[in-house]
Structures are given as structure tokens and as C-alpha cells.
């Protein structure tokens, strides 16, 4: 049982390595200021990867960085 045991923590220890902060879909929609609604629609048009844990949706905190720099505005250049 010793082997199985030292598996086990090389696991945990290889999931908290590579863990992203997993955020609720109002976490995030509270964060950005828009309607959770807003939010699994993102998720269901596929514009934000989600991960089902259960019955409820998560959203990996990499997730909204990457979905908010393709939302990024460039400024207009006003004529001279």
C-alpha cells in the first residue's frame, strides 16, 4: 500500500502544481458586471471554456484573462 500512497501525493501534488483559481459563473459575472445569464451564454456559444464539477460551472481564472483580451478595444487615431 506504500506505492499506491506516494502515487496519490505525486497526483495532488501535480494538480495544485498546474490548478487555476476556479471561479462561479456569478463570481465572474460580478467581476466583469454583467448578468450570470451573460455568462453561460459566453460559455454556451463557446466563447468561454467552462468545466462542469458536479452540477455547476467553473470557470478557470485563465479563462477570463483570455476572454477579456480578445475583447480588448484598440483606440481610434484621430485624422490630423
Do not use: W
Request: charged share 30%.
Amino acid at each position: 500500500m506504500e506505492a499506491a500512497g506516494c502515487a496519490d501525493e505525486r497526483f495532488v501534488a501535480s494538480v495544485e502544481q498546474n490548478r487555476s483559481a476556479l471561479y462561479s459563473v456569478r463570481e465572474v459575472a460580478a467581476l466583469l458586471g454583467v448578468h450570470p445569464e451573460t455568462i453561460r451564454r459566453l460559455i454556451h456559444d463557446g466563447r468561454v471554456a467552462a468545466v462542469r464539477v458536479g452540477r455547476v460551472l467553473r470557470i478557470e481564472s485563465y479563462e477570463v484573462d483570455r476572454f477579456l483580451a480578445r475583447q480588448r478595444v484598440k483606440p481610434l487615431r484621430l485624422a490630423d
